[in-house]
């Protein structure tokens, strides 16, 4: 049986003092229970940019009013492939938080903590505590 394969936005929330905005992704989700950057899966039709500017809009209330992209990664799991659109977000209008009721908060970018994120994640991770410019 083929995988699914899916494409994934996720937005990279960086403040003027270094600090990271993330969620925790529901107990019954697909890797639960992991912190994450907010974003999600891209809909027919949809451009990274446009799946990012949407979901950080449905999951965090902002409007995203600039981002970069940082990096693209491939990641493969028992029952699905995923490529995941990774965006630095340095400038959006309102505050963001956890708009469905899930766990949010704001971290300090060398104190993110690799291991309590999905593995697809990490690597991302690795790069933001590493350099802490970008």
Not at 70 to 94: A, C, G, M, S, Y
Not at 123 to 132: M, P
Request: avoid cysteine; glycine fraction near 8%; charge should be negative.
């Amino acid at each position: 049986m083929e995988k699914k394969h899916l494409h994934i936005a996720a937005g990279i929330i960086k403040d003027s003092n270094d600090e990271i905005f993330i969620t925790q992704r529901s107990a019954d989700s697909h890797m639960g229970g992991f912190w994450e950057f907010p974003g999600g899966k891209l809909e027919r039709g949809e451009t990274p940019e446009q799946a990012l500017i949407r979901e950080l809009k449905e999951e965090v209330g902002i409007t995203v009013t600039h981002w970069d992209l940082v990096d693209t990664i491939q990641f493969d799991f028992p029952d699905r492939n995923i490529t995941l659109h990774f965006f630095l977000v340095d400038k959006w209008e309102n505050e963001p938080f956890g708009k469905e009721g899930q766990p949010s908060r704001w971290v300090p970018q060398a104190e993110l903590i690799a291991d309590e994120f999905p593995p697809a994640n990490r690597s991302i991770v690795a790069f933001l505590t590493k350099d802490g410019s970008h």
